[in-house]
């Protein structure tokens, strides 16, 4: 069993900050691969940002310059700093690991979604 639990969404204002976390337990043997999503209501899933093991980084172009994605191997979590936060960036957050089980299958695993609200 893999779980991914997210944390650190929430209300801020325009300009603001906040640090997503999303931290995988259970069965993972390794994370291949980490990226976070993002979807607004009435809005297809969209890829923000994602990690690989070699830390090679890819931003989508609305947050390049404003985002941070970061992860710490050693406790299979990754990070996304938010900073210089816009309306336009409201929208239910979600994880994304491609992970290998201990047992080495290889899979896709999601967080449950974390709600982040900017306000004008």
């Known amino acids: 069993q893999v779980q991914l639990v997210e944390s650190g969404g929430g209300l801020v204002q325009a300009g603001g900050s906040l640090r997503l976390s999303c931290a995988g337990s259970?069965?993972?043997?390794?994370?291949?691969?980490w990226a976070w999503y993002r979807q607004a209501p009435g809005k297809q899933r969209e890829l923000v940002a994602a990690i690989t093991s070699g830390n090679n980084i890819n931003y989508a172009d609305p947050v390049k310059g404003r985002f941070t994605i970061s992860r710490d191997n050693a406790k299979n979590t990754v990070y996304l700093q938010m900073n210089s936060l816009k309306p336009e960036d409201t929208a239910v957050y979600y994880c994304n690991a491609d992970l290998t089980k201990f047992g080495m299958a290889r899979i896709t695993w999601w967080g449950q979604g974390t709600q982040v609200t900017v306000s004008s």
């Open positions: 259970g069965s993972i043997f390794k994370v291949n691969a």
